[in-house]
C-alpha cells in the first residue's frame, strides 16, 4: 500500500506542477493528464491490471473497496497534505478497473483572485432564495461555489452547511462557521440530509449537486423556508436549467414547481472554460442571469423561451448572456474566434454581431 501510495503521489505532484486538472488511470494505456484541456499521455509504462489495482485500492479504505465492487461505481476524495486535494472517481470499464482524479486546490481563491464578475460579490450577500452554478462538467462550478462561500465566510456572521458528495474544498471558519457533511460518511443521502437540515439552525446551505426529484424537490423547499440556497445542475443555460427542473416533475405538479420556483429562485450562473490565445491555461465565461419580475412571470407562465431576452437587457443589473460574454473576451484578444464559436449559444447570430 505504501509503494502503490509514493506512485500515485508522485504522478498526482507531477499533475500540480504542470497546472493539469485531472489524472486518468486505465488499462492498457499510460497514466494521462489532462492540461488546459487536453488529454496527455505521461512517459510512463502502460497500466496492467495489477498497477491500477495496486494504484487505485492502495487508497481506498476496505469498506470503501467493499462499496465499489457493489456497485461498481464509486466517489471519494484523497489530499496529498500541503499539495493539492483531489476528488476521485473509481469506475469499470470494459471488466477493468479505472479511475479519475480531479484536481482540488487547497487554498480557495477568491472572487477577486479568479476574476469573476463583481456581481457574484451581491449574490453572495442574497438574503434568502435559489441560486443555481450549472454548466458541463469540469467547467469550474464547484471553485466559483467555493469562492463564493468564502466571499461570505469573511464579510458575514452566518452557519453554513455543505452536503457534498464527497467533500471538495475544505473551508477554516472565519468570520461563519462552516459544517461540511459528506454523503456516504456523514449522512446516508442528499435527502436524507436535507430533510432534517432545517433542524441544523442554517443560513446558507450548499447542496452539491441535485440530482434527482427528491434532491431538487427539498432544495427548492429548504429556499422557501427563508434560506439561502446553492447548488448545482450539469445544464447549459438558464433557460434550459429552469425547464429541466420542471421537467423532473410528474405533468401533474408541474405547475406548483414553476409557481415554488418563480418565487424562490434569485439567481442562475452557467459557466464554461475556454482556452486561452496566448496558451496560458483556460479562461472561464459565464452567462449570468438575475431573476427580475419578468423573469419571475416567464417562469410562473411557461414562458421560458423569454427568458434570453429579459439576460440581453438585464446589464444593469449585472446580466450577460454567455454570447455577450464570449464577445467581450474575443475583443480583448484574450481567446481565438474558433474557440468563441464553438462556446456559442448562437453561433450564427454571434458571427454576424463581430
Known amino acids: 500500500m505504501t509503494e502503490s501510495k509514493i506512485e500515485l503521489d508522485a504522478l498526482l505532484e507531477q499533475l500540480i506542477l504542470q497546472e493539469g486538472s485531472d ?32 494504484l487505485i485500492y492502495g487508497i481506498m479504505a476496505p469498506e470503501q473497496r467493499q462499496n465499489f465492487e457493489k456497485q461498481l461505481e464509486f466517489d471519494m476524495a484523497y489530499e496529498i497534505p500541503g499539495v493539492a486535494r483531489f476528488r476521485v472517481n473509481v469506475f469499470q470499464q470494459m471488466n477493468h478497473i479505472a479511475a479519475v482524479m480531479r484536481t482540488i486546490p487547497l487554498k480557495i481563491k477568491t472572487i477577486d483572485e479568479l476574476g469573476l464578475p463583481s456581481v457574484f460579490k451581491k449574490i453572495a450577500q442574497m438574503p434568502r432564495g435559489l441560486v443555481l452554478v450549472t454548466g ?4 469550474g462550478k464547484s471553485t466559483t461555489l467555493a469562492a463564493i462561500v468564502e466571499h461570505i465566510n469573511q464579510i458575514s456572521r452566518k452557519h453554513i452547511i455543505t452536503v457534498e458528495d464527497p467533500i471538495e474544498f475544505l473551508h477554516r471558519d472565519h468570520n461563519s462557521i462552516i ?36 434532491t431538487i424537490s427539498q432544495t427548492i423547499t429548504a ?7 446553492f447548488s448545482t445542475l450539469h445544464t447549459i443555460d438558464a433557460v434550459q436549467t429552469v425547464d429541466r427542473i420542471i421537467d423532473v416533475f410528474p405533468p401533474s405538479h408541474q405547475q406548483q414547481i414553476r409557481l415554488q420556483l418563480s418565487m424562490t429562485l434569485q439567481a442562475v450562473v452557467t459557466e464554461t472554460l475556454l482556452r486561452r490565445k496566448d496558451n496560458a491555461g483556460r479562461v472561464p465565461a459565464f452567462e449570468i442571469m438575475i431573476c427580475t419580475s419578468a423573469i419571475r412571470s416567464a417562469i410562473r407562465e411557461s414562458k421560458t423561451h423569454q427568458i ?16 455577450q460574454y464570449l464577445k467581450n473576451l474575443y475583443r480583448q484578444g484574450v481567446i481565438h474566434h474558433e474557440e468563441a464559436i464553438a462556446h456559442s449559444t448562437h453561433p450564427e447570430e454571434f458571427n454576424n454581431r463581430i
Open 223 to 229: 429556499a422557501e423556508t427563508g434560506h439561502l440556497v
Open 179 to 214: 459544517e461540511q457533511r459528506e454523503v456516504g460518511i456523514d449522512t446516508n443521502s442528499y435527502s436524507e440530509a436535507l430533510r432534517r437540515v432545517i433542524r441544523q439552525n442554517p443560513d446558507i446551505i450548499l447542496v452539491g449537486e441535485m440530482r434527482d426529484l427528491d
Open 136 to 139: 458541463p462538467t469540469g467547467s
Open 23 to 54: 489524472l486518468h488511470l486505465r488499462y492498457g494505456e499510460p497514466p494521462l493528464y489532462r492540461l488546459a484541456g487536453d488529454l496527455v499521455k505521461t512517459d510512463n509504462p502502460k497500466l496492467e491490471n495489477t498497477d491500477l489495482e495496486r
Open 308 to 323: 434570453f431576452t429579459a439576460i440581453q437587457t438585464g446589464a444593469r443589473m449585472g446580466m450577460i448572456t454567455m454570447d
